[in-house]
């Protein structure tokens, strides 16, 4: 198990941080693959949550982006607490999500996530030509790096809410009607990641609008 040491503690939305650390020697990893963390103090280290890289490989940091639950008493809730110094501990990698070729994005809330790198790691070394980003929230304020986001995607970022009704983004959820008005080609990858029932909704409808099942991606 590696010892990750904090250098910066931001929050970035009303409820997510973005945590950025030490980096071990030799670690690897896909954008988009997560691991174990647990935090280095009393009474929490048995606690191990996963959580995704969203840095890349050759970062010479380590980055996640994590959203809290405060008021749980959790893990979550004490990470809002740490501060640059405190350390992390890192166990094994894995994870489901990886680029496996051009396509759209699907995600909702801190699903987002494993997309990050990915989108990311294209920007950097393939760019992000033809991928598109469907992303739902609950207000404009929950979208997490909505700038870097639109710089990368420009009019391929697509937002909805559902808890908010503005000018500039559509409302509701991501249902059948609206994957059909934004998706052209059937025939492409589709990542889907996000809270379980949202993930079986979006599958089940990338499938009922004719996406073969080998072109969807999920994490699990």
């Avoid at 647990?38 to 890349?56: A, M, Q, V, Y």
């Avoid at 609206?178 to 029932?197: A, E, R, S, T």
Wanted: aromatic share 8%; glycine share 10%.
């Amino acid at each position: 198990m590696n010892t990750l040491e904090i250098k910066t503690i931001e929050k970035i939305t009303p409820d997510v941080l973005q945590i950025r650390t030490s980096k071990p020697e030799g670690l690897e990893f896909k954008p988009g693959q997560a691991t174990e963390l647990f935090i280095k103090k009393e009474n929490w280290k048995d606690e191990g949550r996963p959580f995704t890289f969203t840095s890349l490989p050759d970062d010479s940091h380590l980055e996640f982006v994590i959203k809290t639950y405060t008021g749980h008493e959790g893990v979550t809730d004490k990470l809002v607490d740490l501060k640059s110094g405190d350390k992390l501990l890192q166990n094994e990698i894995f994870g489901n999500i990886y680029f496996r070729g051009e396509g759209t994005f699907i995600a909702g809330g801190a699903g987002l996530t494993p997309l990050i790198a990915i989108l990311r790691d294209r920007q950097r070394n393939g760019g992000n030509e033809t991928n598109k980003l469907i992303f739902a929230n609950k207000t404009s304020k929950d979208i997490i790096l909505k700038d870097e986001l639109k710089e990368m995607l420009g009019d391929r970022f697509i937002n909805i809410l559902s808890g908010e009704k503005t000018e500039d983004f559509a409302n509701g959820r991501i249902d059948q009607s609206f994957l059909k008005q934004h998706i052209i080609n059937l025939n492409q990858k589709f990542y889907v990641c996000g809270p379980d029932p949202m993930i079986e909704s979006v599958v089940s409808d990338l499938k009922a609008l004719g996406v073969e099942a080998e072109n969807i991606i999920v994490e699990g």
